[in-house]
């Protein structure tokens, strides 16, 4: 590879890590031709995009946007180095883990990842980069938070109008029996005749 080259990869590089707030540094160097097309093509599904390039040049694209920012990204550069840029933090480990557990094998490897600001170093962080929260999800999580106190109030105002209902109907119906039993006739008991005394027939 010829200076040119080395400085036109290096400004790829230097422009991906300044587009992308996440990236992973992953070790393929056991895949085979086959398997590295594979991981591609699970990346390109999940747009994340995946590179491949020296560690060296790795390592200067990083220091030339900020020396001290990826400094715990740079003992992850050795072997053979994949590079996986994505808007969403968590993709790349889902990506990884499913791939490995498809092909029973160990690799990828991680080695690092670069997530937000914060390093993650080491294939054991993978499990848990797999259960970290986007920001979609943490703002879905935030929503539900604020909106459950709403529900319960609005649940019991429900409740008590109910409530109220009730007890404005039920002294009404009681109210009204009387005046019902006030206004119903009373059958009067029809009068016996006066008994009639027969007078005897004068002389």
């Given at each position: 590879?010829?200076?040119?080259?080395?400085?036109?990869?290096?400004?790829?590089?230097?422009?991906?890590?300044?587009?992308?707030?996440?990236?992973?540094?992953?070790?393929?160097?056991?895949?085979?031709?086959?398997?590295?097309?594979?991981?591609?093509?699970?990346?390109?599904?999940?747009?994340?995009?995946?590179?491949?390039?020296?560690?060296?040049?790795?390592?200067?694209?990083?220091?030339?946007?900020?020396?001290?920012?990826?400094?715990?990204?740079?003992?992850?550069?050795?072997?053979?180095?994949?590079?996986?840029?994505s808007e969403n933090p968590k993709?790349?480990?889902?990506?990884?883990?499913?791939?490995r557990k498809e092909s029973k094998?160990?690799?990828?490897?991680?080695?690092?990842?670069?997530?937000?600001?914060?390093?993650?170093?080491?294939?054991?962080?993978?499990?848990?980069?797999?259960?970290?929260?986007?920001?979609?999800?943490?703002?879905?999580?935030?929503?539900?938070?604020?909106?459950?106190?709403?529900?319960?109030?609005?649940?019991?105002?429900?409740?008590?109008?109910?409530?109220?209902?009730?007890?404005?109907?039920?002294?009404?119906?009681?109210?009204?029996?009387?005046?019902?039993?006030?206004?119903?006739?009373?059958?009067?008991?029809?009068?016996?005749?006066?008994?009639?005394?027969?007078?005897?027939?004068?002389?």
């Amino acid at each position: 590879m010829t200076k040119q080259e080395k400085n036109e990869v290096i400004e790829v590089l230097k422009g991906k890590f300044a587009q992308y707030n996440n990236f992973y540094v992953t070790d393929t160097e056991s895949l085979t031709v086959a398997q590295v097309s594979k991981l591609r093509s699970h990346c390109f599904d999940k747009q994340v995009e995946m590179r491949v390039a020296k560690n060296t040049l790795i390592k200067k694209a990083l220091e030339s946007l900020d020396t001290e920012k990826y400094t715990g990204v740079y003992d992850s550069l050795h072997n053979v180095t994949a590079l996986l840029f994505s808007e969403n933090p968590k993709d790349p480990a889902l990506i990884l883990s499913s791939f490995r557990k498809e092909s029973k094998g160990e690799k990828p490897e991680l080695k690092a990842a670069f997530i937000n600001g914060d390093v993650f170093v080491g294939d054991n962080q993978l499990k848990a980069l797999t259960q970290i929260k986007t920001k979609n999800e943490l703002i879905g999580e935030v929503i539900g938070l604020l909106q459950a106190p709403i529900q319960r109030v609005l649940g019991a105002l429900q409740n008590k109008d109910a409530a109220k209902a009730a007890e404005e109907v039920t002294p009404a119906v009681e109210a009204a029996a009387p005046v019902a039993e006030a206004e119903a006739p009373v059958a009067e008991t029809p009068a016996a005749p006066e008994a009639t005394t027969d007078e005897a027939p004068t002389a």
